[in-house]
């Protein structure tokens, strides 16, 4: 079985360190490859440290992930040897349900449901491993195309931070005429002011401060704004026709519902760690409504890699070695990062 070097770590309170693990020989349409970089998403901190629920220890992170193809199944036809190639959140699924069959695998209803990157069980009984790692096995069906224009480093957090906001963004009709609201500006906001410009929405930012206001025009925003002054959301009533809010941490819908226009959506992508309270009426009485969205199928996700491509998008990246990774998660948790850190598995 090929092995891997990778980076796991063994609790919720425990550190990263470097470690051997196995992958599975391909199947028939399974494919092989050498992973470049894996990206640090906000919800690989959560999980490492038992934030959202049961997790699984050692346990090796990682839905961000870039690289080459080394070796294809006997079946496989979508993928050759040398393939640039990308996996996001998901690895499995039972492809017959009515989710999958409509290309939202990340909300399969089959047995077993959605099998996730990392701290999942697959169907063959084995824990799952993520993309700290220096080689991936995968079915040939969750395995995405890189565009060449992409650097893989670049590309790598597209795997969770730009589908995760292109599909909401492509749903609730980001476009001409259209004015957006982007709340939070870290690794999955500065996805979304760049996907939403590029619909030709008009994009503002809603961030905690100023101190990122001119990368955030510099992404294609027109309008900033700081929650820190005073005055701000009073002056942003029903100002968007649709907000997205990328903010992990607790935040006050009920005051970026007024922000809407009467009929305008506030979607949230972010999972606040402590349940929200919600003001009905201010959804009531201005028909406004209130959803999520979490990633997005295969299918979407090849859409929004080359939607990138074509229009010259990219995560914006500082890339780390394996050694960095415990520094890392501190510097993420304080904000510290613009926009994503990206592993380099030639570190290992």
Same mark, same amino acid.
């Given at each position: ?154 590309? %790598?957090?597209?795997?969770?931070? !730009?589908? +995760?906001? /292109?599909?909401? =963004?492509?749903?609730? *009709?980001?476009?001409? @005429?259209? $004015? ?33 206001? %001119?990368?955030?025009?510099?992404? !294609?925003? +027109?309008? /900033?704004?700081? =929650?820190?002054?005073? *005055?701000?959301?009073? @002056?942003? $009533? ?111």
């Amino acid at each position: 079985m090929p092995q891997a070097s990778a980076y796991a770590i063994d609790g919720p309170t425990g550190r990263f360190s470097r470690t051997t693990i196995e992958r599975r020989e391909p199947g028939p349409t399974e494919v092989l490859f050498d992973v470049a970089y894996a990206g640090i998403c906000h919800s690989d901190i959560h999980t490492a440290r038992g934030e959202w629920g049961p997790t699984t220890y050692p346990l090796v992170p990682g839905h961000e992930i870039a690289g080459v193809v080394r070796e294809v199944g006997t079946d496989v036809t979508r993928f050759a040897v040398g393939d640039r190639v990308g996996v996001g959140c998901f690895v499995d699924s039972c492809g017959e349900c009515e989710q999958c069959r409509a290309g939202d695998e990340q909300f399969c209803d089959g047995p077993g449901g959605t099998i996730w990157t990392y701290n999942a069980i697959g169907r063959d009984g084995v824990p799952t491993a993520g993309g700290y790692s220096t080689c991936f096995t995968v079915e040939q069906d969750y395995l995405c195309r890189i565009p060449s224009s992409i650097e893989l480093a670049n590309a %790598a957090p597209l795997m969770c931070a !730009g589908i +995760t906001l /292109y599909s909401p =963004l492509k749903r609730w *009709g980001a476009g001409p @005429g259209k $004015r957006v609201a982007i709340v939070g500006m870290g690794g999955l906001g500065h996805m979304g002011v760049q996907i939403a410009a590029a619909f030709g929405a008009e994009v503002a930012v809603i961030s905690q401060t100023r101190s990122k206001e %001119a990368d955030g025009r510099r992404f !294609g925003a +027109t309008e /900033y704004y700081a =929650l820190s002054e005073p *005055g701000t959301v009073k @002056g942003l $009533r029903k100002s968007f026709d649709l907000i997205i809010s990328t903010v992990s941490g607790d935040q006050n819908l009920n005051s970026l519902l007024g922000c809407l226009r009467t009929g305008g959506a506030l979607v949230d992508v972010g999972l606040p760690e402590h349940p929200v309270q919600l003001s009905l009426g201010a959804l009531v009485g201005q028909r406004r409504i209130l959803a999520g969205s979490q990633i997005g199928g295969i299918a979407e996700t090849q859409e929004m890699l080359d939607f990138c491509a074509a229009h010259g998008l990219a995560a914006q990246v500082e890339v780390i070695g394996g050694e960095d990774i415990n520094d890392a998660y501190d510097r993420v948790v304080a904000s510290d990062v613009r926009y994503r850190f990206v592993i380099d598995t030639a570190t290992f």
